[in-house]
C-alpha cells in the first residue's frame, strides 16, 4: 500500500527556515515525480515545487523562489523541501504528492506550518 508520510512542520517567526520531509513506501519511488503543495486559510491548493525522479530537474513557484528549495534521496525514498526566509503568507498546511506518467498519484496527510510576523 502507497504511503507518503510528511514530517517536519510547526510554527516559527517570520525570517527563520524549517526543513520538510516526506518519506514514501509501498511504491517505486524513483520512477515518480515528487511535489509538494500547500494549501493556505482561504486559498486553492497551489503547487509549491517538484523534483522529477531523477532529481535532475526541479521546479519552484514563483512566490518561493529564491527560499525554498526541492530535493530528493531514491536511496532513503525521501524527498525534503527546505524552506528559508519564511514570511506569514507561507503559513498552510503543506502536503507531498507522488505521481508516475501513467497518472497514478499519492497525497500525504499534510503537515502544518505556521509562520508568525
Known amino acids: 500500500q502507497a504511503q507518503l508520510v510528511e514530517s517536519g512542520g510547526g510554527l516559527v517567526q517570520a525570517g527563520e527556515s524549517l526543513i520538510l520531509s516526506c518519506t514514501a513506501s509501498?511504491?517505486?519511488?524513483?520512477?515518480?515525480?515528487m511535489s509538494w503543495y500547500r494549501h493556505a486559510p482561504g486559498k486553492g491548493r497551489e503547487l509549491v515545487a517538484g523534483?522529477?525522479?531523477?532529481?535532475?530537474?526541479?521546479l519552484l513557484a514563483d512566490a518561493v523562489k529564491g527560499r525554498f528549495t526541492i530535493s530528493r534521496d531514491n536511496g532513503k525514498n525521501t524527498v525534503h523541501l527546505g524552506m528559508n526566509n519564511l514570511i506569514p503568507d507561507d503559513t498552510a498546511i503543506y502536503y507531498c504528492?507522488?505521481?508516475?506518467?501513467?497518472?497514478?498519484?499519492?497525497w500525504g496527510q499534510g503537515t502544518t506550518v505556521a509562520v508568525s510576523p
Open positions: 523534483v522529477t525522479g531523477s532529481g535532475n530537474s526541479t
Open positions: 509501498g511504491f517505486p519511488f524513483q520512477h515518480y515525480t
Open positions: 504528492h507522488a505521481s508516475s506518467e501513467d497518472a497514478r498519484v499519492y
